[in-house]
Every structure is written in structure tokens, then in C-alpha cells.
């Protein structure tokens, strides 16, 4: 396959056209006496210079009645290089014989008299007595010019036309012309190009009338608008009169491929064969299928390849380019193709590397000045040039990108967005997107991906590149956000981009769980962070140059847990944390709805990945110590492990866990599940040698210290320390030590109330054995000092009882166990009282129970040494305090009981005073409604309940809690019923009773009872 270098021979000028060299004059080449072999030698017959020869000839024979054409174009589109086409074939019959075969009435005249007027001549008898003279009948149309001017009428014109002879009238740039004469004034306000638009509209009706006239008349599109707006009316008179609109003709169409026709006539002497060109499209079709596929370019791009047949050598999208250009002003159309085209063939005939299979815009060589001199003549982008794409120097971003690349993308990428930059119009579209972009720059030995990657390069840098809402890359002369936000990077302070390095390190990696460490201290002074490391485990971001002497020199060893990286690469952090700068002071600059906004917000969130991707390329290694045996302790370095869902936020923290948690391990999270191996590690680290008791501030110390022991989550060894002594591992010896040896344990006893003590004092007594074996015996004694082996044995459990005191004493029968103390369990005597009415008496019963001697005393002094009571108690009718006092075998009760006078029912409470409800069976809620209602009000007012019974379920599946006299509030109880009811369905029954209720005064306890609907009563009152 080969480059067109070697496949394509130019033309000797082809890498040196000039525009001035183009410039045709109509009326000197019609005179010419040339026989035109050498014009149409180099001319490519166009589809509208097509139509002309054909429509024109016809015309000039008499067959056709459309006699007005008007070429449309900009300067140097064509239009004069096809009128003289037009007039040499009307003037040489021979011409029309090899050029114009197949014209209808091609061979029906001989030589067309010929009038070619140039509108940039001003000829004193103006363009009306140029043509008649040209014609031979000058002394016809004196009258007209020689008193000054005078419009010939149609009859002047149709006399002038006179005769059997065709005639061809040929009017090059009039715009100018018309223009120029509407600066002359005659009088009255009439300018000489009114008149001369009258002339010119009788010249055209005149031809219109005269059957073998044809008249060609050229325009410039977006040029001379007084001039265009003349001939405009002129035409418009001329069609008015004949009922017919002038034939418009472009001359060349530079959005077709007809602009490749042209190219290859003027500088191509000779092309491979069709063989070689479909051997390069089929490459270029290969490429274009693997850009498609890869979705860098748009479907049906590898269409392109079947373009290149009828554009080599030049790339199809060529055309596309310049269509976006092609109405500047600066810019000659055709001439100016030509010109443009041949600085494109310099560059690529000059370039270093022989690698161009087709020709683009994207190979303009910017170094060669005739290149670069006309790119800016036609936009006026020198400091676009000079700051991005190319300088001497070799310091455009473009330049400095393809250095370090070593390749000349950027260099393509930029070049080809210049010439897609161009245009100069209002509102133009410019530029071109990703896709496009790969379209034109995609070739057989280059992967669009490299292409790519130097535009987002590009981006980045470049201080005049654009991009639209749609994603076209485009060049402007006026700076881009680029610069702007590199100018706010460069003049940041230095302090404030410490501090947003440190900032931004501490949200990374912010401590939420504190599973592995509590704090972080990002870039600090190992000297200022020591105090922190003895005293916990922060997480230090920092490069390694003086972090092993830290370590050496450090007591809690195992508190150093370091994230750290290469030193050599800090400059870039610093580099990423200006761009973010920057991009933050630009957000609170540009406004929303600012043209910029759109690419700023891009540019922060790219700006915040890019400091995220630098944070983690340096700071990409975890260290933390460990000890292996028989060597001193170390510092180990384990990467960074960044697998994590990229759809979900930075997690710094989780990214330690994961590094941590993974083999080799240095974290351990779950202590239930490891907790052997870390309770060997624990005792064989956090013991001093041969010793089995310490002080358990002493392994807390040891735990900081000793760099093999593992790190566990936050109250991690106190878990493992609970654990093992549940187990019967370890014991806590209740002095602040413990061991790690605990003991061989001795029977014992758990003595639990499930109900009583009643008014008679019986109580029911469950008894679970301890450390007893498998089949332990339960020997037990009422009333006795203790028991022994020879005493009866429990085979009632749950016992009733109503002794004042129980021994029991456990044995193993199996002698795995000891036998330990006996256990006593003391009842407590209930004292209560009642009241007799007998006719007008009043007597009060008292009762202690399970047994015991009552004193009393009726007027408030100490009971202790009041009366005997020996039988009910005669009060009088008033209010009465009876205050008594109960003891046997060394315990004692003593309780106020109040009366109120006869006939008296309100109950006696101080509402400010502390107040406590009591009951014997206690006060039942048996509703799971209820019951949540009672929790609510507990904690509401403050209570605090005893002896509270809580069932939930029912049958089998069901479980019951029994508090006894333990004082617990609203929010306890409420946790513990929420975790037993986890296991039952929602609508599972939950009932609970409370023996005693402690209220903060009397009135919380009246409230208390009439939300509740309890009766309030003397005796289940106590204050």
C-alpha cells in the first residue's frame, strides 16, 4: 500500500500556486487569440459550468428561450473561469466540436460575436458603449455616453443586436460597478447607476425578444450590497416584461465532490491506478469497522471508505471541513482552494515521515511559514497558533503534548480543529465532535484511541480551545475557561493549597467507623504527632523519608498505622490540588446560566477525580507493624486495595478495612468468630512472661506496644475479654487483675424468687445449681445454721417455703467439681395490717409473716419501743398514724399505716412528696397495647418499677422474664422487650405485671392510677 507520496505525481507548480496567479480577466482571454487548448487542459468541467455550455449553446442556436444566467458565487468561486469557458467555446467552432459534443445546436452557428465587460473597469462610456464597440456598432450608442450619461432604450438594444449572428454578452462583477456609479451624482438626487440599472434592465428584456442573445451575468454572494440590490431590481424588471427568471448557476459546488475533480486537474499530473486506490480504501474501511465497533465513531462511518474512489487523494471529509469556511471573506472560493490545497500538498511532500495514505486538513505543517501565514490570513488566529498548536520554540501545548508522547497527535488533533475554526460568519458552526474527529483523522497505521487521548490532553491545557453544548471542539480567539482557571492555579497561596491538601486527605479517608483508626493527620511533622500516637491509633498520611526512626523510637508501636507512597511524585499532588483550587474559586466567579457554567461543572467533578486518582497513585502503600518470632518488630508495607463499586463515593476508610482484612491479616473484626487465635495471640503477647495475673490497665498498655498483636475493632478486647471469662478462660479478679488461669471452681448455688414473699411469708424458690457436673444433687435446710450431705435433698424444684432463712449446699457427684460453701438465702418478713369496723368501734389487725414479734405505737413515736401486740388494736374515729415494728431471728420490718377519720374515703396523699404503689400480687397489664402504653407512661413520669413479670408469646412458643427486686426504668424495659419480641411475629401477645412502682410525687401517682383505671387505695400507698 502506498502513501500518495509515492503513489501520486504533481504538477510542476503544485506546491507553489499563489491566488494572484489564478486571477483570470474575462476580456483579455476572450480576445485572445489562443485556440483555448491549453485553458481547457487544465479546467474540470463542473456540473454548473455543465448546464451553462449546454443551456448557453443552445441559446446562442436559437433552441432555447431562457437567455438571462446568473452565476452566484463568492470572489474567486468560479464565476470568471466559467464565463470564459462559455466564450471560447462560442467563439471557436472546434472547441465545441472536442468540448461540447452531444450540445444541442453545438454545430449550428460558427463564432458567436462576443461582448465580455469587467465590472472593475469604469470605461467612460460606460458598460452600455463597451459592448458596442466590442460589438462593432460603438458609433450606434455614442448618443448614450457622449453628453453624458443616457439608458438605452430596449429598441436601442434590440437594434444593436441586429442581424443573423449569435450574440454573446458577457458581464463579469457588476456589484462593484453598480456600487462605484451609485457614488455619482447627476441632480435631483439621481445617481448614474440608476441609470445604468435601467440600461441594464433593457438589456436584458432586449435579449429576451432576440431568439439566437444570450447574456451571462455574474454576482458575489455577501459582497457590494448596493451593487447586488441594482442588478436584483434590474432582473426583476427584466422578468416582469418577458414572464421569465433568469437560469442561476453555481458555479462550483465546494460541498461536492466536484471540488476533488478540480484539485486533481490543477495539481495532479498523474494517479495510482483504481487498484491501488481500492487497496487503500479497504484499509481505511477496516479502520473506520474497528472505530465503529468500539464506539469512537458514529454508525455508518466505515461508509467513508467508499468515498475515497472519487476523492484520492484527498480524505472525503476534506470538503466538510472547508464548507465550514468557505463564505469568509478573505477566503476566494475556488482560487482560494486551490491556493489553500497547495500549502496542504507543501506539508505533506515536506513532511519528515512519508506516512499519508490520504490528504487532511489535519496534515497542514504549521512550522512552514507560507502554511501558517495563510491559515491566519483566513481567521486571524495568530495567538491561537503560537500559544496551542505551534511556535518556534516548541512551547505550544500541542508541541509540549506530542513531546512527551513522542507522536504527533496533538499536533493532527489541533490542526484539524483550526481548519474546522475558521469561519468568520455570525453564529457559525464550527468545530467538530469526537466522532467526527476520528472520521478525519482515523488511518490505517494510527488507532483513533491515540487521538483521543491528545484531545483530552488538549483539553486540559489548550488556552483557546472550545467546545460547544454538543461536544464540538472548536478554536476561538478569545480565552478559554483553560486559561482563566490556569491563571487562578498558578496564583494560589501556597498555605491554602496545604490546607485543602490536608482538607481533602482528612475527607478521603475520614474515620466514621473507627474500626481501625480514630483520627487522621494528613503531610504532618513526625515530631508533632508522637503524643497522639501514644495515646491512640491515628492515621498518618505522609511520605516515607524519616518514618523508620520514628518507628524505632516509638513505645506503642502498635499504633502506627501509615498510609505513604513515593516521595518523588508529591509535586503532582500539589499540581492536582491547584487545578482544584482553581476550578472551586471559578464556581463562586461564574454564575448559573453563564456560558462557561457548563464546562466548569465538567471540569470541577474531572478536577476532583483527577486529585482522588492522584491522592491514590501516591499514597498507594499501607504500613503498619508487625513481630515475628525471634525478631525485633517491623514496619510492613501491603498496597493499597482500591477494588471497590465505582458508582458509590470514595470510601477511604472501607479501602484500609479491605487492605487490613485480607490476608495477611493484620485486622480482625469479628472476635467472636477468631477468637481463639486472638486469645492466643493476647495471652502469649499481652501477659508478662511466666506471670498468669496482670492488671488489665497493664495489657491495655501492652496492647498499644507489642506490634504482633492484631488490631481489633473499637472495644474489641474488652469483648475478647468478656468472652473468655464467660467461657471460664479468663477470670477478672475483682482487684483490677486478671489471669488467664482462672482457678478450678467450686459448687455453688443460683437462688432465684419466682414469687412471695405472701401475707403468709411463703416463698417459691428456684435453684440452679453451679459448677455441679452433669447430674448435680441440691441438699437443703429450713431455719438452720447450715446444710450438709446429710441433709434432705431438693426434689421439688421450684421450692415453696416459708422459713426465714434456707441453706443449700451443691455436690458433683461426678468429682469434676469441689464442693463449695453452702449457700443461704434470707426470706424477708411482710408486715401488713387491717382494718375492723364493729358497730361504733374501730379495730386494726396486724399480721407479720412467715413469723415474728409486733410492736406499735398510735402516736408517731419509734415503734421499736412501743407496745406487744397481743390482739386487734382499738382506734378512735379520727385520723390515725399506727407506725409498728416487726423482728425475728435477727431480721426486722417496720412499716406507717394510715387511717383515716370514720366516714372519711379519700385516700391520704401528699402530692409533692415521692410516692411508691404497692401490691402484694401485683398490678397486671395483659394487652400488648397496654403494655407498651405502660412503658410510654413510665417514661414519661419518670417511674421506676420492681418485680416486674414480662410474658410474650404464647405455648411453646413463648418466653417469660422475671426481674425480681431489681429497680429498673421505662427506657430498660422497653430495650428488653424489643429484643425478646425480634423472634415473634408482629401480633405476637405481650403482657407484663409490677409488683412495685416508684413515682416522683403524689400526683404522678394519682395520674398514674386514673389513666390506668387503678382503685387508689390506703393500704397499697406508701409515702
Not at 455614442?142 to 439608458?151: E, K, S
Not at 480551545?465 to 471542539?473: C, G, S, V
Request: with cysteine; net charge negative; hydrophobic share 40%.
Amino acid at each position: 500500500m502506498k502513501t500518495v507520496r509515492d503513489a501520486c505525481q504533481l504538477q510542476d507548480n503544485a506546491l507553489s500556486v499563489k491566488l494572484s496567479d489564478q486571477i483570470e480577466q474575462l476580456d483579455e482571454l476572450i480576445a485572445d487569440e489562443e485556440d483555448g487548448e491549453a485553458f481547457f487542459a487544465r479546467t474540470h468541467i463542473t456540473e454548473g459550468m455543465q448546464r451553462l455550455i449546454s443551456e448557453g449553446i443552445a441559446r446562442l442556436a436559437g433552441r432555447s428561450s431562457q437567455a438571462v444566467f446568473h452565476l452566484k458565487q463568492a470572489m474567486g468561486g468560479g464565476k470568471t473561469h466559467l464565463m470564459i469557458s462559455f466564450g471560447l467555446l462560442a467563439k471557436h467552432p472546434r472547441l465545441r466540436a472536442k468540448y461540447a459534443a452531444g450540445v444541442s445546436g453545438a454545430g449550428d452557428f460558427g463564432s458567436a460575436a462576443i461582448a465580455a465587460f469587467n465590472g472593475r473597469n469604469t470605461p467612460a462610456c460606460f458598460f452600455w458603449g463597451e459592448i458596442a464597440q466590442q460589438l462593432g456598432k460603438g458609433e450606434q450608442f455614442r448618443a448614450f455616453w457622449a453628453a453624458g450619461p443616457q439608458a438605452p432604450d430596449e429598441r436601442d438594444w434590440l437594434a444593436l443586436f441586429d442581424g443573423d449572428a449569435p450574440v454573446l454578452i458577457l458581464l463579469d462583477e457588476m456589484p462593484p460597478y453598480f456600487h462605484y456609479l451609485a457614488t455619482q451624482k447627476i441632480g435631483d438626487g439621481t445617481t448614474v447607476a440608476d441609470i445604468a440599472t435601467r440600461a441594464f434592465a433593457n438589456l436584458l428584456t432586449a435579449a429576451g425578444k432576440k431568439r439566437n442573445v444570450c447574456v451571462v451575468v455574474s454576482d458575489l454572494d455577501a459582497a457590494y450590497d448596493i451593487g447586488r440590490s441594482l442588478i436584483k431590481r434590474a432582473l426583476q424588471d427584466a422578468r416582469a416584461e418577458l414572464g421569465r427568471q433568469e437560469r442561476a448557476i453555481t458555479p462550483v459546488d465546494l460541498a461536492a465532490n466536484e471540488i476533488y475533480e478540480i484539485l486533481r486537474k490543477r495539481l495532479f499530473k498523474a494517479l495510482p491506478d483504481r487498484s491501488e486506490i481500492d487497496e487503500i480504501a479497504s484499509a481505511y474501511g477496516r479502520k473506520l469497522s474497528e472505530a465503529v465497533r468500539a464506539k469512537t465513531a458514529q454508525r455508518g462511518a466505515e461508509a467513508i471508505a467508499d468515498e475515497i474512489a472519487a476523492t484520492y487523494p484527498f480524505h472525503p471529509r476534506l470538503k466538510n471541513v472547508i464548507a465550514l469556511f468557505k463564505e469568509n471573506e478573505q477566503f476566494k472560493q475556488t482560487r482560494g482552494l486551490i491556493e489553500l490545497v497547495s500549502r496542504l500538498l507543501k506539508s505533506v511532500w515536506e513532511r519528515k515521515a512519508n506516512d499519508v495514505f490520504l490528504i487532511g486538513p489535519q496534515h497542514f505543517d504549521l512550522s512552514i511559514p507560507e502554511v501558517r501565514e495563510k491559515l491566519i490570513e483566513i481567521s486571524n488566529m495568530a495567538d491561537v497558533i503560537a500559544k496551542d498548536i505551534w511556535d518556534a520554540q516548541g512551547s505550544a501545548h500541542a508541541q509540549v503534548i506530542d513531546l512527551k508522547s513522542g507522536k504527533d497527535t496533538a499536533a493532527q488533533v489541533s490542526t484539524l480543529l483550526l481548519t474546522a475554526s475558521l469561519s468568520t460568519a455570525v453564529n457559525a458552526v464550527k468545530g467538530l465532535t469526537r466522532e467526527e474527529i476520528v472520521e478525519c483523522l482515523a488511518s490505517p497505521l494510527r488507532e483513533p484511541s491515540e487521538f483521543l487521548s491528545a484531545l483530552e490532553e488538549m483539553e486540559k491545557v489548550a488556552w483557546y480551545l472550545h467546545a460547544t453544548p454538543e461536544r464540538r471542539f472548536y478554536f476561538d480567539r478569545q480565552e478559554n475557561l483553560t486559561k482563566q482557571l490556569q491563571g487562578l492555579a498558578e496564583g494560589a497561596p501556597e498555605n491554602q493549597i496545604d490546607e485543602l491538601i490536608r482538607h481533602r486527605l482528612r475527607e478521603m479517608f475520614k474515620p466514621v467507623r473507627k474500626t481501625v483508626y480514630d483520627d487522621v493527620l494528613p503531610l504532618p511533622k513526625l515530631n508533632d504527632v508522637a503524643d497522639k500516637v501514644r495515646r491512640g491509633r491515628p492515621l498518618l498520611i505522609l511520605s516515607p523519608d524519616t518514618l523508620e526512626r520514628f518507628f524505632d523510637g516509638l513505645v506503642q508501636k502498635n499504633n502506627l498505622c501509615v498510609l505513604t507512597g513515593d516521595k518523588s511524585e508529591m509535586a503532582s499532588l500539589e499540581r492536582a490540588a491547584r487545578q482544584l483550587y482553581a476550578a472551586q474559586k471559578a464556581d463562586a466567579r461564574i454564575p448559573k446560566g453563564h456560558p462557561q457554567r457548563e464546562e466548569l461543572e465538567r471540569r470541577l467533578a474531572a478536577y476532583e477525580h483527577d486529585f482522588i486518582t492522584t491522592v491514590l497513585g501516591l499514597f498507594d502503600k499501607l504500613r503498619f507493624p508487625i513481630q515475628r518470632a525471634g525478631r525485633p518488630p517491623q514496619l510492613v508495607a501491603k498496597p493499597l486495595d482500591m477494588s471497590r463499586d465505582v458508582t458509590k463515593p470514595f470510601d477511604g476508610e472501607a479501602q484500609i478495612i479491605q487492605t487490613l482484612t485480607s490476608d495477611p491479616r493484620k485486622l480482625y473484626l469479628d472476635v467472636q468468630k477468631d477468637f481463639d487465635a486472638l486469645r492466643d495471640k493476647a495471652e502469649d503477647l499481652l501477659w508478662p512472661a511466666n506471670q498468669v495475673e496482670t492488671r488489665w490497665v497493664d495489657i491495655l498498655d501492652r496492647y498499644a506496644e507489642q506490634a504482633g498483636m492484631p488490631w481489633l475493632p473499637p472495644r474489641g478486647l474488652e469483648q475478647l475479654k468478656e468472652i473468655a471469662i464467660n467461657r471460664g478462660l479468663w477470670e477478672d479478679l475483682g482487684n483490677g487483675y486478671i489471669t488467664k488461669r482462672p482457678p478450678k471452681k467450686r459448687t455453688s448455688a443460683q437462688v432465684i424468687v419466682e414469687y412471695g414473699p405472701d401475707d403468709m411469708g411463703r416463698v417459691r424458690l428456684k435453684v440452679n445449681p453451679l459448677n455441679a457436673g452433669p447430674a448435680p444433687r441440691i441438699h437443703y435446710a429450713e431455719d438452720a445454721v447450715t446444710a450438709t450431705e446429710s441433709s434432705p435433698l431438693l426434689k421439688d424444684n421450684p421450692l415453696t417455703t416459708s422459713a426465714l432463712r434456707v441453706v443449700f449446699l451443691v455436690c458433683d457427684p461426678s468429682g469434676q467439681y469441689e464442693t463449695g460453701e453452702p449457700v443461704v438465702w434470707t426470706n424477708r418478713l411482710v408486715l401488713r395490717s387491717r382494718l375492723i369496723e364493729e358497730g361504733k368501734q374501730r379495730l386494726v389487725e396486724l399480721f407479720v409473716a412467715p413469723r415474728g414479734e409486733i410492736r406499735y405505737t398510735l402516736d408517731g413515736s419509734e415503734p421499736r419501743e412501743g407496745k406487744l401486740y397481743d390482739g386487734p388494736i382499738p382506734i378512735g374515729d379520727g385520723d390515725v398514724l399506727l407506725r409498728a415494728f416487726a423482728s425475728a431471728d435477727g431480721m426486722e420490718v417496720k412499716e406507717d399505716f394510715k387511717f383515716p377519720a370514720k366516714g372519711k374515703q379519700a385516700v391520704q396523699l401528699a402530692e409533692a412528696k415521692p410516692a411508691r404503689l404497692v401490691s402484694r400480687t401485683g398490678f397486671d397489664f395483659d394487652s400488648r397495647a397496654t403494655t407498651f402504653e405502660l412503658l410510654a407512661q413510665a417514661r414519661y413520669a419518670k417511674m421506676q418499677l420492681e418485680n416486674v413479670t414480662i410474658d410474650v408469646g404464647q405455648g411453646a412458643q413463648s418466653a417469660r422474664i422475671m426481674l425480681g427486686e431489681l429497680t429498673v426504668d421505662g427506657d430498660y424495659l422497653g430495650q428488653l422487650i424489643e429484643k425478646v419480641i425480634e423472634k415473634f411475629s408482629p401480633n405476637t401477645p405481650v403482657t407484663m405485671s409490677f409488683r412495685k412502682a416508684h413515682f416522683t410525687s403524689g400526683h404522678d401517682l394519682t395520674q398514674f392510677c386514673e389513666r390506668f383505671h387503678i382503685p387508689l387505695r390506703q393500704e397499697d400507698i406508701e409515702q
